[in-house]
């Protein structure tokens, strides 16, 4: 985002009117492709280098280098042009709120909220200082998923075999399988499985099965190719054709490649994609905080100015 503060200030003082009409201007400066200018931000509402460009404005007019004269439009402030001026080549977000204009925006936001003004202010010393709030915010929570993914994988790696395969099951029902009625879906007996831990019904009529191999391996310990032929001829030996194998740790090569000779059909998740997909489909999680992020709805107002 630093990037843009610049060129953006100095697109606005030509015939650039907004943060959109700076993309073009914005693509041949940096050389970025058509597949970078249609990345979209973790949220999908915006492409990540439009983002980039409204959050350069707001942070240039907060530091009283652009004006808004109506809505939807910016021009370059006298400050701006004079900036602009000086040569100017670069400007960083610190270098933007140390501006008097900026230093007074902050200082009446601390009158009327001072928690809000005390989260401007440690904004900028997050990391990534190419990043917009949301891209940061999306980070902050990637962070946070990797270090519940990893706690989860430390308490699934202690559960006792029984309950470890229980879970497999409660996550498959979560998923929709077996309508998501735990009486559709069963555990076998804990020894003479013949190498099958659970079975599921894939539909709610219960027309077909799906049967279920989870087994608890230390990280480092892969699934290999003999563990997936046996458990392809315990599938063989009941007629079945669907199949889940689960592991706490990961799969070898050779296992994955031996599924692909074979007519059935099964899906190989490992301790990763597990803790993955409890987290998406709450199982042995729960929230926390939860955080909503609002934007302005443009169509909204186009519609009033309509009238």
Known sequence: MRHFFVPCLRLLSGTARNARDCLPALQSQFQLTEAEM???????????????????????????????????????????????????????????????????????????????????????????????????????????????????????????????????????????????????????????????????????LGLDAVYIQAKRYAPGSNVGRPAIQQFVGSLTGEGATKGVFVTTSDFSGEARAYLGKVQHRIVLINGAELARLMIRHGVGVRPRSTYVIKGVDEDYFAEVSGL
Do not use: C
């Open 38 to 204: 249609e990345e979209m931000v973790p949220s999908g509402t915006r492409t990540r280098v439009f983002d980039r460009a409204d959050w350069a404005l707001f942070h240039l007019m907060r530091a009283g280098l652009l004006d808004r004269p109506e809505r939807g439009v910016y021009r370059t402030s006298q400050d701006g042009k004079r900036l602009l001026d000086s040569g100017v080549s670069a400007l960083t977000l610190a270098q933007l709120k140390g501006m008097p204009a900026y230093v007074a925006a902050l200082s009446a936001l601390e009158e009327d909220a001072p928690e809000v003004s005390g989260v401007a202010r440690a904004e900028g010393e997050l990391p990534g200082p190419d990043q917009s709030p949301e891209e940061q915010i999306a980070r902050a929570h990637a962070e946070l998923d990797a270090a519940l993914q990893a706690e989860l994988m430390e308490l699934v790696i202690g559960l006792h075999p029984v309950r470890f395969e229980r879970l497999i099951i409660d996550l498959l029902n979560a998923m929709g399988y077996g309508a998501g009625e735990l009486a559709k879906s069963m555990l076998t007996k804990a020894s003479g499985d013949g190498g099958i831990d659970g079975i599921i019904h894939e539909d709610a």
